[in-house]
């Protein structure tokens, strides 16, 4: 069972770098799980790409598209608001959810973010999918 997180998905969605491949790879046959806020960040960050002109804006619109494609669990998050306060300073706020989704499930959270692997290194099991 995999959790993706928000850093890997952008990855996939925009396919520019060879973590794209490696997070399609690592889904392929699943069903991924993701905290419901999931949506919400995934296209903060493909704005942001587009803010800093990282990519143009039918890149992004394309991205988005595939988003509301990609078959996805969504967790909520509610039930966990406890036990996100308890690892707040381990976890950056969003990033709580999406390790204790891997860790109550039993599956493993994938990501591009190497400060979120590295504070889950322990937590939950792991799979970094490096930029390059």
Do not use: K
Not at 110 to 128: E, K, M, S
């Amino acid at each position: 069972m995999i959790v993706l997180d928000a850093s890997a998905a952008v990855e996939l969605l925009i396919g520019r770098s060879r973590a794209a491949a490696s997070v399609a790879a690592v889904l392929r046959n699943e069903l991924p799980r993701v905290p419901v806020h999931f949506d919400a960040e995934v296209f903060g960050a493909i704005r942001g790409l587009t803010q800093r002109r990282e990519i143009i804006i039918d890149d992004a619109l394309a991205a988005l598209f595939r988003l509301r494609t990609l078959r996805l669990q969504r967790v909520a998050i509610v039930p966990l608001v406890a036990e996100a306060f308890a690892v707040r300073d381990r976890f950056a706020a969003y990033d709580a959810f999406y390790a204790i989704v891997a860790r109550l499930s039993s599956a493993t959270l994938v990501t591009c973010d190497r400060g979120l692997a590295r504070a889950a290194d322990g937590y939950c099991q792991v799979d970094f999918v490096a930029l390059s």
